[in-house]
Each structure stands twice: as structure tokens, then as C-alpha cells.
């Protein structure tokens, strides 16, 4: 029978549509409604100090859009007028200082690509599958391209003393975060960031300034930043102790565990990404990351790991940013145990859920990078699992 | 054979052409990095002392920083009671998933282990700067230093750390060591992971058979798993004021005919109290509305409107509030409307720590939303 869709005259076919005054600042179609954050209401105690996810499943490249990053805060979003608002350095300079934002406009800024993920990001797992879907099991987590200041730029104009080892950066939000990082990291690749894919940093994540602190955890990226401390010792403070230490089997923890390993993720099909399809070519694709440098090799797996096949990675491959890969296969209808593994610029390969508890135990809630494994069934439907 | 890639097909064809072979498509141009100037920028201006003074609040392991001052169990108990206890509980054993800051000594090794201030937090001095920086929730730094000493001093007490006698002070601070201060080593990852998990990987028959040993979908906790993204699409669609309303469905249509023939006479205004619920989310961190809402930092606020101030049982009321409810003060749309646009004005001592609503558009609006909840 002849296609509706072609032979009816649909609506925006006859009438109008809005015209170029009607969406000064546009939003995706309404039928796009439903790729959005998500929050797991029973993981926290008030959605004020909470995390949602980014929907990973409903996105291809390799950035994130603004609109979608996942959001992290501890007191709520801070709505900060940038004209009141001041980043001080102080501790031991040689010359504390006082900037306004007009004043850090006029710093030289760099663009660059980089991922954004909470230490807990698949902490959910680490005693085994609970979460359905990619968006909660891996979606803290998003790709940014930011224009800020090279941190060292800043520092460099307060003048360092040669006892500064350690600076502790400082929100302006009512949980005044706070973290502690060596010095070698801030003079490295950290940045002052003012812009996110071109636009304001988004309230959610901390206009008008944050520091960006590449490949390290998220929670070290303090949002709303209006002071960065230089010391000759760390400070010990709330995050870097009683959170964001990962507690191991013996009872002993680890901390100052900053750099994000390498780790991927199959974000289609998946849990809420079935496949809709019947038989035939299908394609699959995912995420991958490293905080120790580039990914140049992702394998996927459709058996759960009898054999393996490399993906291949499409779009800009830079420094401690996502990678996209994809894998185009003919699916015979029958069921699917799916898995990636990543390997990055270091040689280091992405482990398995065991392999790491075997080191970690299963108390540890940050840093689990397992390897995911989706279970799609003889009707398309993808569900969590773990296997032998 | 793979064929080869697109890629590698436009490099041959140039190259057989006798043209040099053009830049690889997918590697970015390198970045030219920002550089410092000599003798700097001359951006911004010094930083005065007092400024360093205001901002400059963080503590140190050493107890750098701690400004004068004191507190004794007794008095910390009675503040945290006052400040804390909402969420914490008065013994700090934690309401709903409010963190526990107490007992759980020993259970580091276990499954599920309790991580307090007692059994897992390595310094005091991480107690005094964060209730100092980030305490009470929803009213940072109001607390006198004197009042954080207090409060430390209270959770040391809780942790049996101290006795009942004793008094937290800059000058006795140094002489406290907390029980998982060893607790913790350097990040070990380089040693005992980064060699383990490198080097060559199977590709082909790598195993042979392979068992499913655990699903997510028993414990079924993914949320919206049985009713998919319904209310959330709906939210969106309200939200954003340049889409066309969608058409309701039939159910939807009934349910709401039949709730607006119901109450028609006395029922606020539906979109009023809409717009109300969004509001509502500046409160949301201290009170609950609606179906088994509970006491929170604030009292639950179903039936607000109409009732006495300061009488919901089970509420640990600012005698301020007391006093005012006893002398007569009813919640009606113009004493609400007071109170919310400046609570510490119009009830002085309340325990609210909101500043208040700037927009009489905001207030009308909760006023409504709080009037659609029953008792």
C-alpha cells in the first residue's frame, strides 16, 4: 500500500511555521522531548544536592550539548551575576589579586576539547548490574569544548613562592567547594573557563568561571570558582576525604586518586536504545575516554568476549576527550552479549568488572571502570548484565 | 580482506596523480598554546586585607586557620539539636538518606561499611571547615565560631572520641587524633593496576562458553522502568512556552474534567498553582508537600493555608514561631504573603533560613500551590 506518509498532505506541508522572532534562543524539535537529564530520585537525600545524567544513548559525535551535561552540585546552582562576581588568588604569591570577570577577559584563551566525569560515574555498579541504561549507568559524564585562561597564566601574574606546592580552588556556591591539587597540574593543562561549546558557561555548570582540570575528576572542576589558594600543604578538606577516596577490601583507602582511567561504553543498543529493527545491518557505537591521553584502539565484542572485533573511531581523537566508535555488523535476530574495550594512548586496556574487584573489592563507589556488558534479546531488547 | 578505507583511497589517487599527499583529514591542527608576557599582565588589582579575611576561611590539618575561640559538648548538643538534627538526627544517626555522621566504627572491612566522621574521616580539622563553609544546608555560614567549636566538639562526643566534659577550643584542637586517621594510603593505581591491565588482549576464542551471572532487572530500581518518560515529556512541554500544547489523550482529558467539576468553586487557580510547584522548588530542600510528606529542616506544608502558625504536630518549632501562632497569627494569602517575601522580618528568630521571595508573582503563585494541597 502506498505510503501515507507520501501521498497525505501533512501539516507542515500546507501551513506555516514560525517565524525567525518566534525562537530567539532555540530549543530542540518537541519530538525530541524526550532526550534529557535524568536523576535516580532514591540516590541522595534532596535533589539540591544531586546528580543527573547525561542521556548518552541518545547521542552520536563526540560533544556533549550544554543543554544536556549532566549536572553535579552540592548546594544547588548557584545564579551568580558576573558583574558582583570576583576570583581571588592568595596564599603564598608574591602579590594577592583580585580579578573581575572584564579583567580575565583580557587574558590571552585557549580552545580545547575535554571530557568531564564524576569519580562515581558507574559507582552504582560496582556490587553488580542494578541500573537499566547507559544514561544512569555510565551518564556522568559529558564532552565540552571550553575557552578559558591557562591557570598558570593566572598564577604566573600573583607570582608563585617556591614553597607554593598545592593550590585549593573555591566555589562561590552555598557548599563552597573545595579541593586540593598539586601544583604541577595547575601550571600543566588546567584552565579558567568562561565559555562551553562556544556559549556562557551554563549555570548548572558554573557561570561564569570554573576551572577546568583535564583528564582528573569531575568533582576537582570547581564550578563558580572565586578563589584559588596556593599552600605548601594539601588541605584535607570534605570531598578529598570523607568523599572521593575509595575504600578498599583491607578497610585501608585510597586517596588523591584524581586521574580517570581508561573506560568505554556500547551507548547503542542498549538499555534504552533497543534495536527497532528486524534482521540486517546494524550499527553499533559507544564512548570511550582515558585521562592518561587519546583512545586509538576501541574492541567490541558480540558474543560476550569469545571473540573480538576492533571499532572503528570516528570524529577528532584529542587529549583526554571522548571518542566515538562504531561497529556496523548484520544482526541474525538471535541474542547479543555486547561489550567494548578501550585502550588508550598508554597502553593501558580497559579491565573487566572482576578484574578490578579483585583488586578493589566492591566498597571502593568511585573509579569503576569495568568493562559494560548489555544482553539484547531475540526481540531487540538490551538489558544490564554481568557475566562469567 | 577489509576494503580500504575512504581515507586511504583519496591518499593514493593524489599520490598516483604525482601530487604531494594531502594532510590527514582527522588530525587537528596542533594548538598554538596561550604564552605569559614578561613581567606579566598588570590584570587586576592587590587584594586588600580585609578581603583575604572575608574569603580566606579554610582549615588545615594543622589547624591553620582556626580563628579564637570555644565550645563544650553541652552547648554543642543543644545547637546541633536546634541546626542539625532535622537531617542528622539528634545523635547523628541520619534521617531518610541524610549522611550519618556517627557510630559505624569497625565496618570498613565489611559489606556496606558505615563511613562517619567516627569510623572513616582521617582529620578534624575537614569537622570544623566544612559545618564552617557549608553548614547548616540552605544557611552557609551563619554559624559563629564559637557555635562550630560547639558543634565539633558535640560530633566528637557522638564518635566517643571525648567525654561529655569537654571543651573544643583553637588552643586543645591539636591535641585530638581521630580514630581512621592511618586509614589511608597515596593513590597505588601506577604500581598495583596500570602494568596488570596493559599489553596484549585475546581477540579470537577467547573463551568458550559464556554463563549470564547477573541481571539489573531483578532488583528493578532503573527509574520510570514501568512507565516510561511520560511524566518527565509532559514537564518538558509545560515548560517550554513556544511549543504548541499537546493534544491531551482521552484519559488524561477525563482525569482532569472530573478534578476540575470536583472542587470547581473552591480550587485555586490551576495554572496559578502550576506555576506555584515550580516555585516551590526553592523550598523543596527543607519542606514537603503532598501524598506522606514528612518534617524535613521545615515542617511538611500540606494544609498550611488556614492553619495556625507554628501548630503542625511533631515539628520542633523557633519559639518565635510558637509565640506567634499562640498569639493569633493565622496562614491566610496576606500573612503568607508577608512571611515569604521576608521571613526574618516579619517573624523575628523564625528558624526559616530562606531570605524570602522578591516577586509578588512568585508568592501568589505558591500561595496557590500550597492551598491545592489537602491536610
Known amino acids: 500500500a502506498p505510503d501515507p506518509a507520501i501521498t497525505e498532505l501533512q501539516p507542515w506541508m500546507q501551513y506555516l511555521g514560525d517565524g525567525v522572532d518566534a525562537r530567539p534562543y532555540g530549543s530542540p524539535s518537541r519530538f525530541e522531548s524526550h532526550v534529557i537529564r535524568r536523576n535516580v530520585e532514591w540516590l541522595t537525600a534532596d535533589p539540591v544536592s544531586s546528580v543527573n545524567f547525561t542521556p548518552l544513548h541518545e547521542l552520536d559525535g563526540i560533544i556533549t550539548p550544554n543543554g544536556l551535561c549532566f549536572e553535579r552540585h552540592h548546594a544547588g546552582i548557584a545564579e551568580v551575576d558576573p558583574s558582583a562576581h570576583r576570583l581571588m588568588i592568595n596564599g603564598l604569591v608574591d602579590k594577592p589579586l583580585v580579578f573581575t570577570m572584564q579583567d580575565l577577559m583580557r587574558f590571552p584563551r585557549e580552545n580545547r576539547v575535554y571530557f568531564l566525569e564524576c569519580a562515581a560515574n558507574s559507582g552504582m555498579e560496582w556490587a553488580g548490574a542494578q541500573l537499566n541504561g547507559c544514561q544512569y549507568t555510565h551518564g556522568m559524564i559529558h564532552n565540552v569544548q571550553y575557552t578559558g585562561i591557562p591557570l598558570r597564566l593566572l598564577l604566573e601574574e600573583a607570582g608563585v613562592k617556591t614553597n607554593g606546592k598545592w593550590i585549593m580552588p573555591e566555589g562561590a556556591d552555598a557548599s563552597a567547594m573545595t579541593r586540593s591539587i598539586p601544583i604541577e597540574k595547575a601550571m600543566d593543562d588546567c584552565l579558567v573557563a568562561f565559555k562551553m561549546n562556544g556559549e556562557a558557561l551554563r549555570p548548572e555548570q558554573g557561570y561564569p568561571v570554573r576551572l577546568v582540570v583535564p583528564g582528573w575528576e569531575g568533582n576537582m572542576w570547581i564550578k563558580w570558582l572565586r578563589r584559588i589558594e596556593v599552600g605548601d600543604q594539601p588541605w584535607h578538606h570534605r570531598e578529598e576525604t570523607s568523599k572521593y577516596t575509595d575504600l578498599l577490601d583491607n578497610g585501608i583507602a585510597r586517596r588523591f586518586t584524581w586521574e580517570m582511567d581508561a573506560k568505554s561504553v556500547i551507548t547503542s543498543p542498549s538499555p534504552q536504545a533497543p534495536i527497532l529493527h528486524s534482521r540486517g545491518p546494524t550499527v553499533l557505537t559507544g564512548v570511550a575516554w582515558s585521562g592518561r591521553g587519546t583512545i586509538p584502539r576501541v574492541d567490541v565484542t558480540l558474543d560476550g568476549g569469545k571473540n573480538w572485533h576492533e571499532a572503528r573511531i570516528s570524529g577528532p581523537s584529542f587529549d583526554k576527550s571522548m571518542h566515538r566508535f562504531y561497529f556496523e555488523f548484520d544482526w541474525d535476530g538471535t541474542p547479543l552479549l555486547l561489550q567494548s574495550r578501550a585502550h588508550d594512548s598508554t597502553g593501558y586496556v580497559q579491565p573487566t568488572k572482576n578484574a578490578l574487584r579483585d583488586v578493589r573489592g566492591e566498597n571502593s563507589i568511585y573509579h569503576n571502570n569495568g568493562i559494560q556488558t548489555w544482553l539484547v534479546d531475540e526481540r531487540g531488547e538490551a538489558e544490564n548484565v554481568e557475566i562469567s | ?375
Open chain 2, 1 to 375: 580482506e577489509t576494503p580500504p578505507s575512504p581515507q586511504a583511497v583519496f591518499v593514493t589517487a593524489a599520490n598516483a596523480q604525482g601530487n604531494a599527499a594531502p594532510e590527514p583529514a582527522l588530525s587537528p591542527q596542533p594548538p598554538v598554546p596561550a604564552t605569559a608576557r614578561d613581567g606579566g599582565y598588570g590584570l587586576g588589582r592587590e587584594a586588600l586585607a580585609e578581603e583575604i579575611a572575608a574569603w580566606d576561611i579554610d582549615i588545615r590539618p594543622d589547624g591553620q586557620g582556626l580563628p579564637a575561640g570555644s565550645g563544650d559538648v553541652w552547648t554543642g548538643e543543644e545547637v546541633f539539636v536546634e541546626k542539625c538534627a532535622a537531617c542528622h538526627g539528634d545523635f547523628g544517626e541520619a534521617v531518610g538518606r541524610w549522611p550519618q555522621l556517627a557510630g559505624g566504627m569497625g565496618t570498613l572491612e565489611r559489606k556496606d561499611p558505615v563511613k562517619t566522621i567516627g569510623s572513616y574521616w582521617p582529620y578534624l580539622s575537614t569537622v570544623w571547615d566544612y559545618v564552617n563553609r557549608a553548614m547548616p544546608f540552605g544557611d552557609a555560614q551563619s554559624l559563629t565560631p564559637d557555635e562550630v567549636y560547639a558543634i565539633t566538639a558535640y560530633l566528637l562526643y557522638l564518635n566517643n572520641v571525648v567525654e561529655d566534659d569537654f571543651e573544643l577550643s583553637d588552643e586543645s584542637f591539636a591535641g585530638i587524633e581521630m580514630p581512621n586517621a592511618e586509614g589511608f594510603k597515596p593513590d597505588d593505581r601506577p604500581e598495583t593496576e596500570l602494568a596488570a591491565f596493559a599489553g596484549d588482549v585475546c581477540m579470537q576464542g577467547c573463551k568458550d562458553d559464556v554463563r549470564i551471572t547477573m541481571r539489573a532487572a531483578v532488583l528493578d530500581v532503573t527509574p520510570g522502568s514501568d512507565t516510561p518518560d511520560t511524566d518527565v515529556a509532559q514537564d518538558t512541554v509545560e515548560v517550554e512556552s513556544s511549543a504548541e500544547p499537546e493534544p491531551a489523550d482521552d484519559e488524561n482529558a477525563a482525569r482532569t474534567d472530573a478534578a476540575d467539576e470536583a472542587s470547581a468553586d473552591q480550587r485555586p487557580d490551576p495554572e496559578l498553582a502550576a506555576a506555584g510547584a515550580r516555585v516551590f522548588k526553592k523550598c523543596s530542600a527543607c519542606h514537603q508537600v503532598g501524598d506522606g510528606a514528612k518534617h524535613r529542616s521545615g515542617p511538611q506544608l500540606n494544609g498550611i493555608v488556614g492553619r495556625s502558625a507554628g501548630t503542625v504536630e511533631g515539628f520542633r518549632y523557633s519559639s518565635a514561631m510558637e509565640e506567634a501562632g499562640a498569639n493569633g497569627l493565622a496562614w491566610d494569602h496576606e500573612t503568607l504573603a508577608a512571611f515569604l517575601a521576608d521571613p526574618r522580618g516579619y517573624i523575628k528568630g523564625t528558624k526559616m533560613a530562606f531570605s524570602g521571595l522578591r516577586s509578588a508573582d512568585d508568592i501568589a503563585a505558591i500561595t496557590a500551590f500550597l492551598e491545592a494541597q489537602g491536610d
